[in-house]
């Protein structure tokens, strides 16, 4: 909501939109939960672009999935996100 004015901003798509990320948020804590990654038990381009994705995550709900809270703080503390996340809030 926050890349609109507020004279265009919908709650009511807003919520639905969150309803729908509820559940898919769900899906992918409930995979988490007995894996570490979400394919082949490493690290892999699939992680690198849901963690991408989910940069706003705790803003979202993200506390209501400790499964996929913790792997997305597993992706954010590689070395390769921390220097990612240094040049972001650097520049």
């Known amino acids: 909501m926050i890349y609109l004015p507020e004279s265009e901003r919908?709650?009511?798509i807003v919520a639905a939109?969150?309803?729908a990320l509820a559940k898919r948020l769900a899906?992918?804590?409930e995979v988490?939960?007995?894996r570490p990654w979400l394919v082949g038990g490493r690290f892999t381009v699939?992680?690198?672009n849901?963690?991408?994705v989910l940069m706003r995550f705790k803003e979202l709900g993200g506390e209501a999935h400790p499964h996929?809270?913790?792997w997305h703080a597993r992706c954010l503390a590689r070395p390769a996100a921390?220097?990612?996340l240094a040049l972001r809030t650097a520049g």
Do not use: K
């Open 10 to 12: 919908d709650p009511a």
């Open 27 to 29: 899906i992918a804590d």
């Open 17 to 19: 939109a969150l309803q």
């Open 32 to 34: 988490l939960a007995t």
């Open 46 to 48: 699939a992680d690198l």
């Open 50 to 52: 849901l963690a991408s």
């Open 82 to 84: 921390q220097r990612a």
């Open 68 to 70: 996929l809270s913790a």
